[in-house]
């Protein structure tokens, strides 16, 4: 390009010397100027009496970028038959930095020097022999934002900071045959248009060698990026990392051999891989790491891609190992270890302690993984040691027997499965828990302290769809008595919002153990609990149909003092416990022939009812034996909020019944 600029020049040189004698100013027009590079249309040269010059291009376009009535000024332009030179030159796209170039015609040479305040340096010298070229150019306290009008505009622009370094490029007439750079980024920040991927004060080194063979480019690259910040949608991440590559480029494939990325506070990570540019696919890839930080690996790099997901809010300790190879777009395989390794969850809804794994996963052939965890916690209620055996194929999971010891008693699983389906995980198994002592799993769940043992067979338990299922009906014995839980269903159970649907049926539960559980008085005999149609969004009741009602039979019916206060208590400031008043002050228990409250909760209220209907009321507890009580209520409709205000403060002591 060049070289026709100085044969052009040459050619007209000897007619503007005695034009310009004579004339205040020449105006020189030139065809319009095209290299595989660069292209300047519509150049106008104004040669000046005072020695000065102007240059005007209609359309200036450099790698693809363009600029529009691009206009220079040389305070001082000098032409002969050795070379042509500007010096004191502004561009009006940027004024603050004052340029001079010469270029010699016999030698090729071409000096080019930017400099503005703050020692501002952009220097480069180009020798255009006959059969190759080669430029090279220094930076000094060069300002990046420059960079933004050479960049294309999709990609995050330099806003601010320094470079400082060296580049050289060289080639011939059939294009670039090498490349170099060394260059030192000092606070560079840089944002694209969304804000979504951008840098903050970048201090960061970068090394570039590649060679062009006429098959390919081959490179390598070093970045250690020292400090900083970036963004880049949804990472969020600080310097303190490095990396270096081998990089091959042969027109469609770009090939990455021999990469390091050492992450700060987590460790090295190799990488070779193979992309498809025109087809954008990642064809083959190989990723391995020993001995990871998985604290500042999942903190960083995992968490970012887990918002509202059940990991959302997770923590993770220990370390681990993993190597991972993709073909043709899809990972084939993966070997995961852990070491010591903890998962806790920020809500507190799980935890595992002491995790250690070996998880050699195949898509093609079937292999066994090995996991154990030495404690750990769900929803509060802690686990123990345990051991499991995986067999796995693609995305196929199995257990075939697993035992999770949980306080005193042990959750037994059999025939687990979990696979995917319709690019959806399923999963089902089935078990048993042993007797499993409720005092201390009450206590862990946040409850009132409960007596006894809880145990039962657990049918066919399957996920599908964010949906947990129970086939058939749980069966436990807790409170001496019996506890049926059917139609289960619980959507989302790690979610934000969990829903659980399902029935309850309690049958000839201790009414002495379970008042007692919940400082509710004394109450003996056996109480019957049937719960329908339940319903509770993010574990609070929102619809049900819900009756306590003594079993049938005989047995001792005695009630406390205490209990007809709080029962009566249930029922608002118009409940009564009809009974003189002469009779509470002597008798401390009393008899009772049936108790009965129900409620059916609907939109926030709770219609109420009992035995039977008396008056304006209706029974709770009917009275029967020496001395007998009837408890009345009086409140049909209450807010369940309001109700449970009132479960509140009767298991606290703070209400006292009504007594006529």
């Known amino acids: 390009m060049l070289y026709r600029i100085s044969l052009l020049l040459l050619f007209v040189f000897a007619g503007l010397q005695s034009a310009m004698l004579n004339a205040a100013q020449i105006e020189l027009k030139i065809a319009d100027i095209v290299s595989p590079a660069f292209s300047a249309r519509a150049v106008k040269v104004t040669l000046l009496q005072n020695g000065s010059a102007d240059l005007r291009i209609a359309e200036l376009l450099i790698a693809e970028k363009s600029w529009n009535k691009v206009r220079l000024h040389c305070a001082k332009f000098s032409l002969s038959t050795v070379k042509v030179a500007c010096r004191q030159g502004k561009l009006d796209a940027a004024p603050d930095l004052p340029f001079t170039f010469s270029y010699e015609f016999d030698t090729q040479q071409l000096e080019l020097q930017l400099a503005a305040k703050g020692k501002e340096l952009w220097q480069m010298?180009?020798?255009?022999?006959?059969?190759?070229?080669?430029?090279?150019?220094?930076?000094?306290?060069?300002?990046?934002?420059?960079?933004?009008?050479?960049?294309?505009?999709?990609?995050?622009?330099?806003?601010?900071?320094?470079?400082?370094?060296?580049?050289?490029?060289?080639?011939?007439?059939?294009?670039?045959?090498?490349?170099?750079?060394?260059?030192?980024?000092?606070?560079?920040?840089?944002?694209?248009?969304?804000?979504?991927?951008?840098?903050?004060?970048?201090?960061?080194?970068?090394?570039?060698?590649?060679?062009?063979?006429?098959?390919?480019?081959?490179?390598?690259v070093r970045l250690d990026w020292q400090s900083g910040e970036l963004f880049w949608q949804p990472l969020y991440l600080h310097g303190g990392h490095t990396l270096q590559a081998d990089i091959q480029w042969d027109g469609s494939q770009l090939k990455i051999t021999r990469a390091t990325l050492d992450l700060n506070g987590v460790g090295a990570v190799e990488l070779d891989a193979v992309w498809d540019v025109p087809q954008k696919q990642l064809l083959e890839a190989n990723v391995s790491g020993k001995q990871l930080g998985l604290a500042r690996f999942f903190s960083d790099y995992a968490k970012p891609f887990l918002a509202g997901s059940t990991l959302a809010e997770s923590e993770m300790s220990g370390s681990s190992d993993f190597s991972l190879k993709l073909s043709k777009g899809a990972i084939r395989e993966v070997n995961l270890g852990l070491h010591d390794a903890g998962i806790v969850d920020g809500q507190k809804r799980f935890a595992l302690y002491g995790l250690n794994a070996d998880i050699p996963w195949s898509t093609e052939q079937t292999t066994e993984a090995r996991l154990s965890f030495n404690s750990g916690a769900l929803w509060g209620v802690p686990l123990g040691a345990t051991e499991l055996n995986i067999t796995m194929r693609g995305l196929d999971f199995a257990i075939a027997d697993a035992s999770l010891p949980i306080l005193d008693g042990k959750l037994s699983v059999h025939d687990f499965h979990l696979h995917d389906e319709s690019d959806a995980w399923h999963w089902e198994f089935s078990g048993g828990l042993t007797p499993l002592s409720m005092s201390p799993l009450s206590l862990a769940l946040g409850w009132p302290e409960m007596q006894g043992k809880l145990s039962g067979m657990i049918p066919r338990v399957s996920y599908q769809e964010k949906m947990l299922k129970v086939d058939g009906a749980l069966l436990f014995r807790v409170f001496d008595g019996s506890v049926v839980v059917s139609n289960l269903k619980l959507s989302e159970p790690f979610g934000a919002v969990p829903r659980l649907y399902g029935n309850l049926d309690m049958r000839e539960l201790d009414l002495g153990a379970l008042t007692q559980a919940f400082s509710f008085g004394n109450v003996q005999g056996r109480i019957d609990v049937s719960v329908k149609e339940l319903e509770l969004v993010n574990w609070q009741p929102v619809h049900f149909d819900a009756r306590v009602a003594s079993s049938p039979g005989s047995y001792?019916?005695?009630?406390?003092?205490?209990?007809?206060?709080?029962?009566?208590?249930?029922?608002?400031?118009?409940?009564a416990a009809a009974i003189q008043r002469s009779m509470m002050s002597v008798f401390e228990n009393f008899g009772y022939s049936r108790i009965i409250l129900s409620c059916v909760l609907r939109n926030g209220v709770c219609a109420m009812n009992g035995v039977e209907a008396n008056g304006d009321g209706y029974y709770i507890v009917k009275g029967g034996g020496i001395p007998a009580i009837n408890v009345m209520g009086y409140n049909y409709n209450v807010d369940w909020d309001e109700l449970l205000i009132r479960l509140k403060r009767v298991t606290s002591g703070n209400r006292k019944a009504v007594v006529q």
């Open 556 to 575: 001792r019916k005695k009630i406390s003092q205490k209990a007809v206060q709080n029962i009566s208590a249930l029922g608002g400031a118009n409940a």
């Open 125 to 220: 010298h180009a020798d255009f022999y006959a059969r190759s070229w080669r430029i090279s150019a220094l930076l000094r306290n060069a300002h990046a934002f420059r960079l933004a009008a050479l960049l294309p505009s999709g990609l995050p622009l330099p806003t601010r900071g320094m470079l400082n370094g060296t580049l050289e490029l060289q080639g011939n007439k059939e294009g670039v045959r090498s490349a170099s750079a060394e260059v030192q980024l000092s606070d560079v920040s840089f944002s694209d248009a969304s804000g979504l991927r951008t840098g903050e004060k970048f201090q960061a080194n970068l090394q570039l060698a590649a060679t062009h063979t006429a098959q390919q480019w081959d490179s390598r």
